[in-house]
């Protein structure tokens, strides 16, 4: 027996038949016009908006119209195309309206409760809350192009050709979209996305729906069956979220760029010329090296994505070996820096004749008089220091090596508030940040934001390792909940996930707060690295 389900073969001179009995005023043809065309309709208006009910919405309103106006369509035998063009003008304007999200709730219709028992129930048909959100959240995700097929193919009980007839699509082509849209879609979903769109399809109630929304058919327009529901939340967030880690990367970049340049103002003969030169290249290019290897294993990981657990794996190791590594370049950079110092100025004493390069001058260093609790409220130090020139420590330092009570930057700086290539405070800003709140390129710390980041809580661009939660728009690892294109956690990309990420107004403050903060640590390294070059950067080569 054929099942009363399956949508009938399209066959155009049907179409006109149909047309020409429906402009005589026979119900019955156009009952059978919606009951053949009502899950492409219902699919592509899906498609578009996000929305089931709105969806069916849309496509009720597709053919109410259709019937008003069947009298202006002069080729019959393209009614399927003139409903889609009539359809598509519905959602263009929908879109326009920025009516997008995934609805839920459900309501009975009254006019269609005779034939209720020969379906499944109204609650049965309303897919619970959270599937509709996960459905749509991963079908969001795939471009429209490869969405349609695929969401008309599961609706069509898996036909290829029924597909490809209703998008005027070659059969190979369909199939080839179809399998980019499902290699798009994340494996863990998969199924659930073909049960979910399966059990969604359209039934008779819908074709009752429809005729009882006709004019001129039944006095009393039916009411189909809607699902009302909440927008999505967490969109500003996620987007104040990236502005964070992207400003707070970049400042990290110019903590590198800016140390680079002081250091090669304050360099006085070839030798330490060279030495900067191999700083600048190890450093700043080691760094960029390493942000285009994570990048190009979060393009690897979307191109082979049954190889993407082994692939963030990789990605983690890379991020905790340039995390141990740039500290250590710096200690020992640093080092080299201070022994060719010294080295240098006993072999070239006339490369270091003008007073603003003796050893102790007040144009290399200036330490305030003025202490709090006998510590200096201001010292820094503009020159290269000798070897056994100790660390820079007040209230407020700054130079190669700075340890402050309130603020430091430098190469290396300590404090709790604290910038520069590698920084470890409460707050950080770096290279390499370290701290209880971690902003930079790599940020480490309870709460860590940046290109890349490790902590409880950890946002990024590239990649984020947290322990609680972890959200980026590459990889992302949690032990609890995680957001992100390639995702491992108890909870991935779902309800609960967003959840317990965010409160979205109370962690959109904070990351505001977070940028304009990071934002004001950059300015007393500009004034830094200018004041470096005014004292020391005008002097004679050799």
């Known amino acids: 027996m054929s099942n009363p389900e399956s949508t009938p073969e399209i066959d155009t001179n049907n179409d006109a038949e149909l047309v020409a009995a429906c402009l005589d005023g026979d119900r019955d043809a156009f009952a059978r016009i919606v009951e053949r065309y009502q899950r492409l309709l219902c699919s592509l208006a899906y498609s578009a908006t996000g929305s089931m009910s709105t969806g069916e919405d849309i496509a009720q309103e597709t053919f109410v119209e259709a019937w008003r106006k069947l009298h202006s369509l002069r080729e019959p035998e393209k009614l399927r195309p003139w409903l889609c063009g009539i359809l598509r003008h519905k959602t263009g304007r929908l879109r326009r309206r920025d009516i997008k999200e995934p609805v839920f709730q459900a309501e009975t219709i009254d006019a269609a409760a005779e034939v209720a028992g020969q379906e499944e129930p109204a609650t049965n048909l309303a897919m619970r809350k959270e599937e509709q959100a996960i459905l749509w959240s991963e079908l969001e995700r795939v471009p429209e192009i490869y969405r349609e097929p695929l969401i008309l193919y599961y609706r069509e009980h898996g036909s290829v050709e029924h597909v490809a007839a209703a998008l005027d699509l070659s059969e190979d082509a369909v199939k080839q979209r179809l399998a980019r849209g499902r290699r798009i879609l994340q494996e863990r979903v998969l199924a659930f996305v073909e049960s979910a769109l399966t059990r969604s399809t359209p039934g008779r109630i819908f074709t009752l729906g429809v005729l009882a929304a006709l004019p001129a058919i039944l006095p ?26 992207i400003i707070s990367s970049l400042i990290g970049v110019a903590n590198v760029v800016l140390s680079l340049r002081a250091a090669h103002d304050q360099s006085r003969t070839p030798r330490e010329r060279r030495a900067v030169a191999k700083g600048i290249l190890f450093s700043f290019g080691g760094s960029l090296v390493f942000l285009a290897a994570v990048f190009g294993l979060r393009a690897a990981a979307f191109r082979w994505w049954e190889q993407r657990a082994v692939l963030l794996i990789v990605c983690q190791a890379l991020v905790m070996g340039f995390v141990v590594a740039l500290p250590v370049f710096v200690i020992r950079m640093q080092g080299h820096f201070r022994r060719i110092r010294s080295q240098e100025r006993e072999r070239h004493p006339e490369c270091f004749h003008d007073s603003r390069d003796h050893a102790g001058s007040t144009a290399g260093e200036y330490l305030s008089k003025a202490r709090l609790f ?32 309130v603020f430091a930057w430098g190469t290396w700086a300590v404090a709790p508030i604290s910038a520069g290539v590698v920084s470890i405070g409460l707050f950080s800003v770096g290279a390499v940040s370290i701290g209880v709140i971690g902003l930079g390129t790599v940020g480490v710390g309870l709460l860590a934001v940046g290109c890349i980041s490790i902590g409880v809580k950890a946002s990024a661009w590239l990649s984020a390792l947290g322990w609680e939660t972890a959200r980026s728009n590459g990889f992302a690892l949690a032990r609890t909940a995680a957001e992100a294109p390639v995702a491992f956690a108890q909870n991935v990309n779902d309800p609960v996930a967003r959840q317990l990420l965010a409160n979205p107004h109370a962690e959109q403050t904070q990351m505001i707060f977070f940028a304009v903060l990071a934002l004001l640590t950059f300015v007393p390294l500009v004034y830094y690295a200018q004041a470096v070059r005014k004292r020391l950067g005008r002097t004679r080569r050799n």
């Open 220 to 245: 009393a327009p039916a009411k189909a069956a809607a699902i009302g529901g909440v927008t999505a939340q967490g969109a500003a967030l996620a987007k104040t979220t990236g502005l964070t880690a």
């Open 374 to 405: 006998g510590v200096p409220l201001l010292h820094v130090r503009f020159s290269l220091p000798d070897e056994n020139a100790p660390p820079l420590f007040a209230w407020i330092a700054a130079g190669d090596r700075a340890y402050g009570l």
